[in-house]
């Protein structure tokens, strides 16, 4: 299994961007999906999740609201469309996934993790 993430870039304060994680080697309705993001010195940090069994969504505090996390089962790809962004968002994002389980907001409750992509959010 393999997760690719794609869609980072430089945005200004309250712009919109939309992230996409695809997973490649099974199908991503047996995963639970989560995004979690880095910036340098910091822990990471999770930020959306999706289960793989009746698709609730968890939000971290920070990004509730604006943030929303959904997928497309046809294209085996989840996305995090991320609105009203704030510097403080600025960030590398990685995708996660958990075959039949939910990894909840723990980095260790996930196996498989994608290449990170960045997101820089100007004031």
């Known amino acids: 299994v393999q997760l690719q993430a794609s869609g980072g870039g430089e945005v200004q304060a309250g712009d919109s961007l939309r992230l996409s994680c695809t997973l490649s080697?099974?199908?991503?309705?047996?995963?639970?999906v989560a995004w979690f993001r880095q910036t340098p010195g910091k822990d990471r940090e999770f930020v959306a999740a999706?289960?793989?069994?009746?698709?609730?969504?968890y939000y971290s505090d920070s990004v509730e609201g604006r943030f929303d996390i959904s997928k497309d089962s046809a294209k085996n790809t989840v996305y995090l469309q991320m609105n009203s962004l704030k510097p403080e968002d600025t960030a590398v994002y990685y995708c996660?996934?958990?075959?039949?389980?939910?990894?909840?907001?723990?980095?260790?409750?996930?196996?498989?993790w994608g290449q990170g992509t960045e997101v820089t959010v100007s004031s």
């Open positions: 996660a996934s958990a075959l039949r389980s939910f990894g909840g907001s723990s980095e260790g409750g996930y196996r498989y």
């Open positions: 080697g099974d199908t991503l309705d047996s995963y639970a």
């Open positions: 999706l289960t793989w069994a009746g698709g609730v969504t």
